[in-house]
């Protein structure tokens, strides 16, 4: 008897309905390893430092080709709860889309993709291939213990994915104008300058760190990095806080700190960025007689899928099911993409994400039905 096909808004409200705040599943994770164990994929709970992760494979281990799928089930925190106009984790419908807290971001995602990979191994399989699902509750938070945990487990189980797609929103204003083929590198930097405090009325006796900071600064965030490449856009680097914690007029305080973020294409490697900044920080405390500490966090470095197979079935499944030729783009933020990609080759596709951390978050339940019939020609298209 012929499976009935899985419902994938359902499935998304069940999913909203979980209240999955990093780090916290409360059976968001289960839920889908519910339906895709009873779907003959063999589930692995991969856990560590306390997130839980989701490891699914269809088919032999030892398959020839194996289509892998990427998301997340954690959401970020609400925010002021009655600032929403419905329940955060209510899943309501109305006016033809589904509210709640992921409904974009991306258990929207997670559902459609399961959604399709159940079907499609329920119909009409390859004899030669795997489908392979990576689920993870730490891409909100520090992802630390999320995708880099379940690869991990991978590399020492001896599984692998030959290609992934990782189902985060990408499209900036209509279901299917652009895919993602790679991702800016990300770097943030903290940094304190010290001098010596002292009255602002006597100002040689003290020594200010404030105007070492403003010209560091200056010099910083009129730096033209680069002027983009081929598939980047141009290197940025933001500053985003400058503070002294002073309070009073007639005190010239002890230290300044600032930070700042850096999102760089492929002309720069985080290293290179921090060695920069060091320079900088150093030319300038030298000029001002002032100390200077800075703390970096590397978040991603940049990378690239080039154009080749794996974006052109993404690329002819959507226009197939959506009317719309998407654009490659390495634009946005940072994703679990920037860890797959040392695994296997890596694109993402995924709903309109207009309304993703939000209040009243919400995605068209038409879009839901319309991306897992995408994933689901992607599959026949790559075992085709």
């Given amino acids: 008897m012929p499976r009935t096909p899985v419902d994938p ?3 998304t409200a069940d999913l909203i309905r979980c209240p999955s705040v990093t780090p916290e599943d409360h059976g968001a994770l289960s839920l889908l390893e519910g339906l895709l164990s009873g779907a003959g994929f063999d589930c692995t709970r991969v856990e560590r430092g306390g997130i839980a992760n989701l490891f699914a494979r269809w088919g032999p281990k030892e398959a020839t080709r194996s289509f892998g799928f990427n998301g997340h089930t954690d959401v970020v925190p609400v925010g002021d709860a009655a600032a929403w106009s419905v329940p955060p984790f209510g899943a309501v419908e109305a006016d033809g889309k589904l509210w709640g807290r992921g409904a974009t971001d991306m258990k ?3 559902a459609a993709f399961a959604a399709a990979a159940v079907d499609f ?3 009409t399989p390859p004899e030669d291939g795997a489908v392979i699902l990576t689920i993870t509750g730490d891409e909100e938070g520090d992802a630390v213990d999320g995708t880099k945990a379940l690869l991990d487990w991978m590399a020492a189980e001896g599984e692998a994915m030959d290609v992934c797609l990782v189902g985060e929103p990408t499209c900036p204003e209509t279901l299917g104008d652009m895919i993602k083929i790679g991702r800016r590198g990300s770097l943030s930097a903290w940094i304190t300058v010290t001098g010596r405090q002292g009255h602002s009325a006597y100002p040689d006796r003290a020594r200010n760190p404030l105007p070492a900071m403003a010209r560091l600064v200056d010099r910083l965030s ?3 990095l680069d002027a983009g490449t081929g598939h980047f856009d141009p290197s940025t680097l933001a500053v ?3 503070d002294t914690g002073n309070p009073a007029t007639n005190v010239i305080p002890a230290s300044c700190r600032a930070t700042v973020n850096v999102r760089f294409n492929d002309c720069h490697s985080g290293a290179s960025i921090t060695e920069w900044l ?3 920080l150093d030319a300038v405390t030298a000029e001002f007689d002032v100390t200077g500490r800075m703390d970096v966090k590397i978040s991603g470095e940049s990378f690239l899928t080039p154009p080749g ?3 052109g079935i993404v690329s002819e499944a959507v226009e197939a099911e959506t009317g719309v030729v998407p654009a490659l783009s390495t634009s946005g933020g940072t994703s679990d993409a920037r860890f797959l990609r040392n695994h296997c080759p890596v694109v993402e ?5 207009k309304t993703m951390h939000q209040v009243d978050e919400n995605v068209e339940i038409a879009q839901i039905h319309a991306l897992k019939a995408v994933y689901a020609r992607i599959l026949s298209l790559y075992f085709s």
Avoid at 349 to 353: A, D, E, K, P, R
């Fill in 9 to 11: 808004a359902t499935l």
């Fill in 108 to 110: 929207s995602g997670v």
């Fill in 121 to 123: 191994v329920s119909g």
């Fill in 222 to 224: 009129s730096r033209e």
């Fill in 240 to 242: 985003v806080t400058i």
């Fill in 278 to 280: 060091q320079t900088e």
């Fill in 309 to 311: 197979y794996l974006s």
């Fill in 349 to 353: 596709f995924g709903l309109v994400g």
